[in-house]
Structures are given as C-alpha cells and as structure tokens.
C-alpha cells in the first residue's frame, strides 16, 4: 500500500475561501487609495498651472496666455514678442494638451476684460483663465472636481462636478461648488 500526501479538498476549499475573504477587505482599500493618489497627482497639476501662468505673466507685459502652446513653447510667432530662445519654457507637453491625465479631464477657460493690445504682449494675452478637472468616472478614478484660477485659488466641488465659476473671470470662491482647498 502506497503512502499518499497531498491536500484534501475540504483543505483546499479553506484555502480558497481565506484567500477571497482577503481580497474583499483588500481591493476596496486599493480603490480608495488610487483615487486619492488621482486626485493628489492633479492638484499638484493645478497647482503647476497656477504657477506656470504667474510666469509667464510676469513675462508677456502682465498678461495671462490663452494658448496653452504658449506655455510650452513661448518662441513662438503668436506668444511672447522678443522671448529669449534659450529661457526657460513655463510648462511640460503634457498638462498643456489638456488631454486626461491621473483619471481626470481636463479644461482651460481664458477670460476676465479682454487685455488692451500692446506689441510687448502676446497675441492670447487675457486679464484672467479657469483651469478646471473633473473625473472621468466619478467614485472610480476620483470623486472631487477641481479648479485653479488667475488669483491662485484652488478649489474643490464635493460632488465631483466642475467648481462654480463665475463665467470665464474666475472660481465663485465659498460657493458650495468651489471650497476652497487649504
């Protein structure tokens, strides 16, 4: 007679069924924390929106750029008249394309009192934008909406839609759909 070792399948269905009790407290864990990695990596996108238009502000005669192009490549024709091709340019390829990124859309309003035209400026100079995130898949990707706008405030809608804005001049700071972020 032939000594036989190995599992029974009562041990094995144990095993199974430990390993599922697992993964059902785990993944929910891991959503959330994806989520709040999302939401985490587009304010610092915002954040470098705000800080990228206050550059280039200071750059093109006080005006704020329309073009997002600008702000990666300001040599060019229609951006910043006289701008030293070796200078520095004020954002990277891929926040500038307003292309999805971290699970968020992306949009930018330029707006405020349409800027007085000078040689020393740009030809998308604007006296203010709105720089807004929203999830793509609301609870899955992240569950706030986000905005930054040309006063450097950057506020969040609870609901996950886009803040509350007053038209394209800028966030409706202490409104419910735009608190203030600390």
Sequence with gaps: MKNQKGFT????????????????????SLLRARVS????????????????????QSSNAGFYESDMSC?????????????P???????DSQIASLQ???????????GGV?????????AGQVGSYVYI??????GQTGVRGFGGD?????????????PGTTGTIGLDVGSADCQVLQ
């Design 100 to 110: 999805p990124k971290s699970g968020y859309s992306r949009s930018f309003g330029p």
């Design 114 to 122: 349409p800027a007085p035209t000078t040689t020393l400026a740009s």
């Design 150 to 162: 040309a006063s450097g405030v950057l506020c969040y809608s609870p609901q996950g839609n886009a």
């Design 37 to 56: 990695a999302n939401e985490s990596a587009t304010i610092g996108d915002i954040r470098t929106v705000i800080s990228a238009q206050a550059a280039y």
């Design 9 to 28: 399948l009562i041990e094995l269905l144990i095993v199974v069924a430990i390993i599922g009790i697992i993964a059902a407290i785990a993944i929910p």
């Design 71 to 83: 702000l990666v490549a300001p040599t060019q024709a229609a951006c910043i008249p006289s701008y």
């Design 133 to 138: 995130v929203t999830p793509v898949n609301l």
């Design 85 to 91: 091709a070796g200078s520095p340019t004020f954002v």
